[in-house]
């Protein structure tokens, strides 16, 4: 909806189902939409239903593979020089009990 700038009001007009049930589906109050619904939404919309499924469902796994966190070396090299100091000595007191 956000990307097609459509509100919910336009979206009751062009597939029949009431702003309030499309407001349920959009803030996840517990409610999905039947299938006949999703491909009613999915037409409006120009797209498929597997992407509203995908898109909704999804969406933070979506950004984690986006955003990734940081490597170890990442955060490492980003570390004041006392702290690097702190922690190669700790890494190397470890390996020397191995």
Do not use: W
């Amino acid at each position: 909806m956000e990307y097609k700038d459509i509100k919910p009001k336009e979206l009751s007009e062009l597939t029949g189902i009431s702003v309030n049930t499309l407001r349920n589906y959009i803030n996840g109050h517990n409610a999905l939409p039947n299938i006949y619904s999703a491909v009613k939404i999915a037409k409006a919309l120009g797209t498929t239903v597997e992407n509203l499924v995908y898109t909704s469902e999804n969406q933070e796994e979506k950004e984690d593979e986006k955003n990734p966190p940081p490597t170890l070396q990442e955060i490492f090299v980003q570390l004041p020089d006392n702290d690097r100091k702190s922690v190669m000595a700790l890494v190397e007191e470890m390996f020397s009990h191995i």
